[in-house]
């Protein structure tokens, strides 16, 4: 039973297109997030919702637009691909509860090749 | 605003040698820290996390962490290393035991036999 999944696991797409990328998680978690993990492997968060609401926006083109459909699902839409988005992408999610246990559930992450 | 510096990009050891990862962070408030583990093309796992209870940490397969405030630090160890413990560790910190994650540059742990 896979606990936070990620749809596709690789991507491969032109320069100017146009994709998603699907997150799910079947914890019950109140909280998702959207990492990025360039090529030098450092990894930086880019947004985050809390029950459907957007509550991390962090300083990303807005080219990328997350998208909650409820709790469980937190999408990631990236218009007009660049070479510099190329990355792998992670899906994160926690339990936001204060003086719960908090620590976030990552996704296998989804591997974007931009040509 | 939170910060982590991970000293050493790439560690090696021998199997059965003392496994020591660095990590120094600067925050405003209290800290909450975390270490986290990569295997190759997977996701990442926890490892250990310290939410201001006991300052030395336990993890899983044998890792621990001793928070040191003096020292802003949060070092990873593990007294004999295994051959599967070859990956990718990466230390974080938090504001709050949830939320925003801010992560150091990561630390690839080698083993060798």
């Known amino acids: 039973d896979t606990a936070v999944s990620q749809t596709p696991k690789y991507l491969v797409t032109q320069m100017g297109n146009d994709k998603s990328i699907k997150c799910e998680q079947n914890?019950?978690?109140?909280?998702m997030y959207w990492y990025k993990q360039d090529s030098k492997k450092f990894l930086k968060i880019m947004f985050s919702y809390n029950n459907k609401e957007l509550i991390i926006n962090e300083t990303v083109p807005n080219r990328f637009s997350p998208k909650s459909p409820d709790k469980a699902h937190l999408n990631l839409h990236i218009n007009s691909l660049e070479l510099g988005d190329s990355a792998v992408y992670f899906c994160a999610s926690s339990q936001d509860t204060s003086g719960g246990r908090g620590e976030q559930y990552f996704g296998p992450g989804t591997r974007l090749t931009v040509t | 605003a939170q910060s982590v510096t991970q000293l050493g990009s790439h560690v090696s050891v021998s199997e059965g040698a003392l496994v020591l990862l660095r990590c120094n962070y600067s925050s405003s408030v209290p800290p909450y820290l975390f270490w986290y583990v990569q295997y190759p093309n997977q996701g990442l796992q926890l490892l250990l996390k310290y939410t201001s209870a006991a300052t030395l940490v336990k993890g899983i397969n044998g890792f621990e962490a001793e928070f040191k405030k003096s020292e802003t630090s949060f070092h990873l160890t593990k007294p004999s290393a295994h051959m599967s413990d070859a990956a990718e560790y990466f230390c974080?910190?938090?504001?709050?035991?949830?939320?925003?994650?801010?992560f150091g540059q990561g630390t690839i742990l080698t083993v060798h036999p």
């Open positions: 974080a910190v938090s504001p709050t035991s949830y939320g925003k994650l801010t």
């Open positions: 914890l019950g978690h109140d909280t």
